[in-house]
């Protein structure tokens, strides 16, 4: 995609050693967008993932400092039926209640997963990736030990359980195996906790609706759709804004079956290092930081804007994957980086968008009315939304349509937004939290139609929004 450089206008971005350094917009900045931590949000949409402890492919207590001020309200966690029962009939939950106790004192909620299988068993499935589930009479047997010792333990500080992590890619078992299986485990969980919420699947392929129904049917058949509160999906792609269509498709069909199943995006994320250096999903493309912000700021706001209810975004800190896994070597779409000692080197620039995104979208979010584009600009997503409690309006945009990159070109754009309360319209920059006034050569105000003239837009979301949503620390 071609943009017009807007030099005048100044987003010229450099990577450097101490991170983003930018030029001034030509409008005055206000200060900088003041972050929350999780205890001082109330209510959010966003989820972090915490994924892979229970391999050690990564270090809660590295990264713990950095989650409470992440502003994430959920974080998802993989409880680790092979870590914790590594001698048969013997539980060591110390590792795991250590975390659980740490992410609640820091106001984030776990949401814990069941998986994966037990090799200490005969037919006890796999600690992996695409393994397969328990099969064997002892196994199973003992899977359910597991479940219900896991579920008494937490029950009191987990509500929402997750049983396996991408069932539809492995080749060790079939819809119809792994539907038996849900609903096992499940009636364990709802009989222990009946309030509790079941998050399934933790889809990998967004265009695997056959595979969803068919476990849907199942669970109908047998009266179990109170086990599929949740669909959760990951389905990862380099352009964030292709997703939707297919998300579309879900929830369609999620609805046909209960229109109260919540959409969850499970497990997102992009890679912060050039093609080569990263294992997972999307690395056979370049990325950097920069690139990886941006998208990680597409996938938030695209999600948001598509009424996904929750988001997660994959995951806190980079991972070392072990021989003999499904993946082997680092996987860099941690948001903070990881030295070669485990320790954490440094935030990622992703971290920051993060931790500017969770603290303006947090609270009741509600979409509004679309803005109407007078420019013709191919890939331009708008969305409007007001927020309980806040005066006014806040307009996201972005140009989607192609992997973002680390060029930071923009281009003019011009807009109208009706049926708007904004009074004082100020411009919010989400990759670095600065914050500017927008002056009369940028807006004009007719009653509740607000104008936008020449206001700077690239390949990473930007807002515009009534100051009232902001508290402001000076820069």
Known sequence: MRYLKIFIIGLFWL??????????????????????????????????????????????????????PSGAKR??????????????????????????????????????????????????????????????????????????????????????????????????????????????????????????????????GLSRTEYVKSILDILKAKNKLDQFDVLSFHGYNSVPEKSYSAVAKLRELVSSFDPKIELWQGENGAPSTPKGQSVGAMTKYDWS???????????????????????????????????????????????????????????????????NTVSVFSGEISKTEKAE??????????????KKGVRGTAITLWIGGEKPEDLMDTELVNFTITHTKIKNPVFLNLMDGNVYELDKDHYTKNGKVLSFQNIPIGDWPVVILDEDWLELVNN
């Open 15 to 68: 990577l450097t050693e101490k991170g983003l350094a930018q030029e001034n917009y030509s409008f005055d900045m206000l200060g900088k967008l003041k972050t929350y931590s999780s205890k001082e949000i109330e209510y959010s949409r966003w989820s972090i993932g915490g994924e892979t402890l229970d391999r050690d492919y990564a270090d809660y207590h590295a990264y713990k400092e950095y989650l409470g």
């Open 75 to 204: 974080i998802r966690l993989q409880g680790g039926w092979a870590k914790c029962e590594q001698t048969k009939g013997v539980y060591d939950f110390e590792w795991l209640d250590q975390i659980i106790d740490d992410a609640l004192s820091q106001g984030v909620q776990p949401w814990l997963q069941v998986s994966y299988g037990n090799p200490i068993y005969q037919g006890g499935g796999d600690a992996a990736l695409a393994g397969g589930i328990p099969t064997s009479e002892e196994a199973l047997e003992a899977w359910d030990q597991w479940v219900e010792a896991m579920v008494i333990r937490y029950k009191d500080k987990v509500k929402e359980w997750e049983i396996w992590n991408e069932p539809d890619i492995s080749k060790k078992m079939s819809a119809e195996e792994f539907a038996a299986f849900h609903v096992r485990t499940g009636d364990i969980i709802k009989s222990i906790q009946p309030d509790s919420k079941i998050i399934a699947l933790g889809l990998a």
């Open 289 to 355: 930081e920069i690139s990886q912000a941006k998208w990680v700021l597409r996938r938030m706001l695209g999600d948001m804007g598509h009424g996904v209810d929750v988001t997660s975004v994959f995951q806190i800190s980079d991972m070392h994957y072990a021989m003999g896994d499904h993946l082997e070597g680092l996987n860099s779409k941690g948001l903070l980086k990881v030295a070669s000692d485990g320790s954490i080197e440094k935030p990622k620039i992703s971290y920051k968008t993060f931790q």
């Open 373 to 386: 584009v007078l420019k013709e600009i191919n890939d331009l997503v708008v969305f409007s939304y007001t």
